[in-house]
């Protein structure tokens, strides 16, 4: 379930906490509060199965690490339970030294304080996880019992839970060795008697069944994979013998590994059947007899409403083949991904609400599909003719189609996706009109949203500031922002987008086809929330949407202000995509809006132009077989949301927290003029690629992280950017942060960038 609270709860908790404002016991309260809420309020709706264990303070990966005691050395935890000081240094960085560091490998010569470790995507979704980090000589020991806390927890309110676990296998693939020929899974043996502890103590605390997730079960899998997932099988079977496992896959079919997940020697497998229907036929006919299948039938990765008569059909012909106490029914997967509770929206269109369903109504979907499998069609009448309804509406309702819309992004003209001439002229073009020096500098768009600036936001929404007054402090602070950028020295400028809330919603919130929630949160990391867009329809720009902010910015200063634009992958990605379109159909509508924005933008006399692409990692299939397909559409569509302006005008993108070594060659094929990418949590980790594939283009690999509060030293950056160019001619390199310093504060950003330019000063000084 949602682990945020209705109204953002933990966030709330979380921030005051770090802050001081709360102390730790404090911060748990809270938490506490929080899971009982959850958990008494599945079983009120019904819910018979109740997780326990899917709630976390930052993350359930990092929850993974600590409980096997994974701790690098850095964060000096050597025994003992991990405190909540080590925890949020894995996870967020510490400006301040953790705990005793003798023997510690980490070089403080650069700065002080520890950093975060690495974050990256889950799978294809926009929810990020701390990536756990492996040495040759690693060992494993119970160091958190959170798993067993947190099942007493749920007992004593009287409420028998299956505690869920991320899966040993799992957690050592989505993990990171001391290299990359380092083999994680030889790891398996040393690993496996914690997890087997766990189990055991599950079971002697009362636990009859325990969930287990393997998504990698969704992935291509090499032998030694496969091998790992039976031996840690078989040893829990052999030496756990009085619990259930319940083995959980989801975010795709099985594939080539259904055979794998079959023979496993657990009491239950469960299917995403809804980006997985394919695999229903094939698991109904090999299946044991006498195996507990969960079938993932309600999205837990949308926020659409279920045809539950469809649904039913499909359940009926199930239930017919096998034993009702042999059949459960679930959401697909976690819903970590869909908001809380569609109640909370009272300014939706009412169209459009009664087509949406968030994970409060998916609960009540789900009890309304098994009372009547198990009670006949009388059992949940209302619910289904409201279903029927929303079915019927939706399929005829105006509000989503655009005939014109249609027919643009229909288009297939050879020149729409191509700039006019190749990156060797425009570049030559570019310099003589910016003037750069070597290694110049820029950030990736965003400033510090202030305590001051969200008051304004919300005092503006609320008709306590008016649209003149609004505007004046928007001004104000734009022009602050370039200011300071010239005094320290910054040669592309960007005007800090102080008038945006979200680099999605804002542009969302001025498309056709889009709308909005209130309370439709969910977790993109740690504390870091977001809304995301519902595409429910056609999408077109209707009027210029960031031209007069970055024309006010241009005409404060004579240095390069860079426009600031969100691209059509991440568009797409970040939102909840309407499920009648395909995605290709629907990122070609945004990609054709935001061309019309790039044009009046370089028409209004801005010469750089960002359309950033963080999302186009995220959005490959799981499996390798459907790379290609995906890349071609998505590269098109950024290229078509570029290809509309002159060669002098220089096209920048970004990229942030995910592998994209494996897809760089599509990354080449996008043209942009210059990306910029993380890559100072990885320590240039994901410059390895450019040993092989020579870029063509510039790339600014990101000097300074900017999801930790620790500000770091000129000659940390100046470390990386020597790494960078043992892989990247000079004149190739740009130096920026990693990402937008939205989330950030003044103090430790003007630290921060003051250090940056002077590490690109002297990295020009040679």
């Not at 510490?94 to 010569?109: E, I, L, T, Y």
């Not at 990229?655 to 210059?674: L, P, R, S």
């Not at 000659?715 to 990693?738: C, F, H, T, V, Y």
């Amino acid at each position: 379930m949602p682990r945020i609270g209705p109204r953002r709860e933990l966030k709330i908790a979380l921030e005051k906490f770090w802050s001081g404002k709360i102390d730790e016991a404090a911060l748990r309260k809270a938490a506490a509060d929080i899971r009982a809420a959850n958990w008494t309020r599945q079983r009120d709706l019904g819910v018979t199965v109740i997780p326990s264990n899917d709630f976390s303070l930052y993350d359930h990966v990092l929850d993974t690490s600590a409980m096997v005691g994974a701790i690098p050395k850095i964060y000096g935890w050597t025994d003992g339970p991990v405190s909540l000081d080590v925890y949020f240094a894995m996870a967020r960085g510490s400006q301040k030294d953790v705990g005793d560091h003798d023997g510690c490998a980490h070089d403080h010569s650069h700065g002080h304080g520890v950093p975060a470790q690495e974050m990256t995507k889950w799978f294809d979704t926009n929810y990020h996880y701390m990536v756990p980090e492996f040495a040759r000589d690693q060992t494993f020991a119970l160091a958190s019992t959170k798993v067993i806390d947190e099942y007493r927890e749920a007992k004593a309110l009287g409420i028998q839970t299956r505690p869920v676990l991320v899966g040993p296998v799992t957690f050592l693939k989505l993990g990171k060795g001391e290299s990359e020929s380092f083999d994680r899974m030889s790891l398996l043996p040393k690993l496996l008697p914690v997890y087997i502890d766990v189990l055991n103590t599950l079971a002697a605390e009362g636990a009859d069944w325990v969930q287990i997730d393997e998504p990698v079960l969704a992935l291509d899998l090499d032998d030694k994979e496969k091998t790992a997932l039976k031996t840690a099988y078989s040893q829990f079977a052999l030496k756990v013998p009085n619990l259930k496992i319940m083995l959980t896959s989801y975010f795709g079919p099985l594939g080539d590994n259904e055979a794998l997940a079959l023979s496993l020697p657990v009491a239950g497998l469960h299917l995403d059947l809804v980006r997985g229907a394919s695999q229903l036929d094939s698991v109904l006919k090999k299946a044991p007899a006498d195996l507990v299948l969960s079938l993932g039938v309600i999205d837990g990765r949308n926020i659409w409403r279920s045809d539950l008569s469809k649904t039913l059909g499909r359940l009926e012909a199930i239930a017919a083949k096998r034993a009702a106490n042999r059949l459960q029914i679930a959401p697909s997967c976690s819903m970590l991904h869909v908001p809380i509770d569609l109640d909370q929206e009272d300014a939706l269109d009412p169209d459009l609400k009664s087509w949406l369903a968030f994970s409060v109504q998916k609960i009540g979907e789900l009890a309304a599909l098994s009372r009547v499998l198990s009670l006949g069609r009388d059992a949940a009448k209302d619910a289904f003719a409201a279903s029927d309804a929303a079915a019927a509406t939706r399929a005829s309702s105006p509000k989503i189609h655009n005939p014109a819309v249609e027919s643009r992004a229909a288009e297939k003209s050879p020149g729409q996706s191509e700039r006019k001439s190749p990156f060797s002229e425009r570049r030559k073009l570019q310099d003589k009109v910016l003037g750069l020096p070597s290694f110049p500098t820029t950030t990736i768009g965003s400033f510090p949203q202030t305590e001051e600036v969200r008051k304004a936001r919300a005092a503006h929404a609320k008709g306590q500031l008016s649209d003149a007054e609004y505007d004046a402090f928007l001004r104000k602070e734009t022009e602050k922002a370039v200011r300071w950028q010239e005094d320290i020295g910054i040669d592309v400028l960007v005007h800090g987008e102080f008038e945006r809330n979200d680099m999605v919603q804002y542009f969302g919130e001025q498309l056709s086809g889009y709308a909005f929630t209130k309370h439709g949160w969910v977790q993109s990391y740690g504390s870091r929330y977001v809304r995301p867009p519902i595409i429910f329809g056609d999408v077109s720009r209707p009027k210029p949407m960031t031209v007069g902010w970055s024309s006010y910015a241009q005409s404060l200063t004579k240095l390069p202000m860079k426009g600031m634009l969100t691209g059509p992958v991440t568009m797409l990605q970040w939102s909840f995509m309407r499920d009648d379109l395909g995605r290709d159909q629907v990122c070609r509508q945004i990609a054709f809006a935001l061309r019309d924005e790039v044009v009046d933008l370089e028409k209004a006399g801005i010469g750089v132009i960002q359309i950033d692409e963080p999302a186009l990692r995220e959005g490959l299939p799981l499996r390798k077989g459907d790379w290609k397909a995906y890349l071609d559409w998505a590269v098109e569509c950024f290229k078509i949301s570029a290809a509309g302006v002159k060669d002098q005008t220089q096209i920048h993108t970004h990229m942030c927290y995910a592998e994209f070594n494996d897809i760089i060659d599509a990354i080449g094929a996008m043209d942009a003029d210059v990306i910029s990418i993380e890559t100072s949590r990885s320590k240039m980790e994901l410059l390895d690629a450019f040993v092989t594939y020579k870029y063509p283009n510039e790339i600014g690999p990101g000097v300074y992280d900017i999801h930790s509060p620790r500000v770091p030293e000129v000659p940390e950056m100046m470390e990386l950017i020597g790494k960078a160019r043992r892989n990247i001619a000079a004149d190739q390199i740009w130096i920026n942060p990693d990402c937008g310093l939205k989330t950030r504060g003044w103090p430790e950003v003007k630290s921060a960038l003051t250090n940056m330019v002077e590490a690109a000063r002297q990295a020009r000084m040679g």
